[in-house]
């Protein structure tokens, strides 16, 4: 028997009667499986569908006067009376078809056709049954999906896991002591040339430990190890620390008030080997910041400190010269209205100082690229 024999010829119109069609389809309902696909347009449109081949559809009236609606992709029409709505089937773009390796089928709406009763219990029999299939298989994909997600955001968790803080601490000091040049070569200095032509390393957990940095500040996520080297012949010091992701006042860039408060204490440090005593380090009377470029959190940078030339007069607090201001901003792009100097506030001397003794310090990459700049005053020690 011939798939001809197991054809049959359905008639069909919308509401209003001005579309009039026919088509064949093999094997005929109810032995052809209805589809009532659940997407959102099909759902709206109450599709119930069978698949014939475009070949065998022939419309007999009201073809030129459908409209059709796209969605998505824009791929496929679905046509429908212009009069009444009705809708009727879905075009299936033919190259798509052929592409995805489907025969050149359209989707006709069973509901338009005559002489097929949708409360027939078969009819809803097989829609029902194929929505049921429907939606088991989508429950096991949900099911399997989450299955698969937890699995592997557990593994993820447990792989993926920051390091314990003790590791993170060992495992920064081994790369400040083994692989930062600048640190072996100052040790190495230390080690071979005069005393006063070497910087000699501070311990940092012998030194006074007042500084804001080392009670608020301390961990691997904030303001890692540090390491500190100070040049009695040079007067200068050199301190290496660790900025943390914690550290970061907009994302991956640093605060500025983290810079500033690290700033700070690295001129105290050096101020108190200037002038060292079994108290606390001193702080600066006043302070002056200039932020140059953006610092970024999660790397190692380099803070040198150095005295200026003594003053003969008390005053108000250091600020950088207006002609040093305007060359930094020429020089790295930063316009007059984007400078972000902060003034320091006027201060009453203290009584018997004669002078006040002020520091310039730069923060910097590893490779030289300056970022910040600032000076401090101290007038605990005038003369």
């Not at 003794?357 to 300056?370: F, K, P, Q």
Request: charged content about 20%.
């Amino acid at each position: 028997m011939t798939s001809e024999q197991h054809s049959e010829t359905y008639h069909g119109n919308c509401h209003c009667g001005a579309i009039v069609y026919q088509f064949k389809l093999s094997p005929p309902i109810p032995e052809y499986k209805i589809n009532q696909c659940n997407c959102s347009v099909c759902t709206k449109n109450g599709y119930a569908l069978v698949y014939p081949l475009r070949k065998d559809v022939e419309f007999t009236k009201g073809w030129d006067t459908m409209k059709s609606y796209q969605m998505a992709r824009r791929v496929h029409h679905h046509r429908f009376c212009p009069e009444c709505s009705a809708s009727i089937m879905i075009d299936f773009d033919a190259e798509t078809m052929k592409k995805g390796g489907h025969p050149d089928a359209v989707a006709m709406n069973v509901r338009q056709l005559k002489g097929i009763d949708m409360n027939n219990n078969t009819l809803n029999g097989w829609i029902e049954d194929q929505w049921r299939a429907h939606r088991r298989a989508r429950r096991w994909r949900y099911a399997r999906n989450i299955f698969f997600f937890t699995l592997a955001f557990g593994s993820a968790s447990f792989f993926l896991r920051p390091l314990p803080e003790d590791l993170m601490i060992e495992a920064l000091n081994h790369e400040l002591d083994e692989h930062l040049p600048i640190v072996q070569k100052l040790r190495l200095d230390a080690a071979t040339k005069p005393l006063q032509q070497c910087f000699q390393e501070i311990d940092l957990t012998r030194s006074p430990s007042s500084t804001l940095t080392e009670e608020t500040l301390t961990g691997s996520h904030l303001l890692g190890p540090q390491r500190a080297f100070w040049s009695s012949g040079q007067r200068e010091l050199i301190l290496i620390a660790w900025f943390g992701w914690k550290l970061n006042g907009w994302p991956s860039v640093a605060h500025g008030g983290a810079i500033a408060t690290v700033m700070s204490d690295a001129m105290s440090r050096a101020v108190g080997c200037m002038h060292p005593s079994n108290g606390d380090l001193p702080h600066p009377d006043s302070i002056s910041i200039t932020y140059l470029k953006p610092t970024r959190v999660r790397d190692f940078y380099l803070i040198r400190v150095r005295p200026l030339p003594p003053s003969s007069q008390i005053l108000p607090g250091p600020s950088l010269p207006p002609s040093d201001s305007t060359l930094d901003r020429e020089a790295h792009d930063i316009a007059p209205h984007k400078d972000l100097t902060k003034q320091p506030l006027p201060s009453e001397p203290l009584p018997g100082s004669k002078e006040v003794l002020e520091v310039e310090a730069s923060l910097s990459t590893m490779d030289g690229r300056v970022l910040v700049k600032s000076r401090a005053a101290f007038k605990a020690f005038g003369s």
